[in-house]
C-alpha cells in the first residue's frame, strides 16, 4: 500500500481556486503515473486529471480543460491539483490515486487516497 493523503478541499464561490496537494508516504510514487478522481453524490467516481510518470506528460477530462492544473514534484513526493474558475458542478470528494492508467478509459490505480470535500456555492 502506498499512503496517500489528500489535503486543499474546502468551500469555494463559483469562479475561485482551490488548491489540491496529495502527499505520499513510505515509499516513493516518481514511477508512478498520479492522477485525481472525483464523485458527486449520487454519481458514479470520475477522472479528472492525471499526470503520468514517463516525461510527465497530463491529461484533463474535458469537463476542466482550461481551468485545472495537475502537477507533481517528485523530490517532495507530492502531486497537486489546482482549481481555477470553480463552478457549482465541480462539487465532489476528491481523490488522489497512483497508478492511473489509460485503456479505453482513465482506471484508477490501486492505491488511494481517503478523499477530500471539494464544495463550489452559486
Known amino acids: 500500500q502506498v499512503p496517500l493523503v489528500e489535503s486543499g478541499g474546502g468551500l469555494a464561490q463559483a469562479g475561485g481556486s482551490l488548491r489540491l496537494s496529495c502527499a505520499a508516504s513510505?515509499?516513493?510514487?516518481?514511477?508512478?503515473?498520479m492522477g485525481w478522481f472525483r464523485q458527486a453524490p449520487g454519481k458514479e467516481r470520475e477522472f479528472v486529471a492525471g499526470i503520468w510518470w514517463r516525461g510527465g506528460r497530463t491529461y484533463y477530462a474535458e469537463s476542466v480543460k482550461g481551468r485545472f492544473t495537475v502537477s507533481r514534484d517528485n523530490a517532495e513526493n507530492t502531486v497537486v491539483l489546482q482549481m481555477n474558475s470553480l463552478q457549482p458542478e465541480d462539487t465532489a470528494v476528491y481523490y488522489c490515486?497512483?497508478?492511473?492508467?489509460?485503456?479505453?478509459?482513465?482506471?484508477?490505480?490501486?492505491?488511494w487516497g481517503q478523499g477530500t470535500q471539494v464544495t463550489v456555492s452559486s
Open positions: 490515486n497512483a497508478g492511473v492508467a489509460y485503456s479505453t478509459t482513465y482506471v484508477g490505480g490501486p492505491y
Open positions: 513510505g515509499r516513493t510514487f516518481s514511477g508512478c503515473n
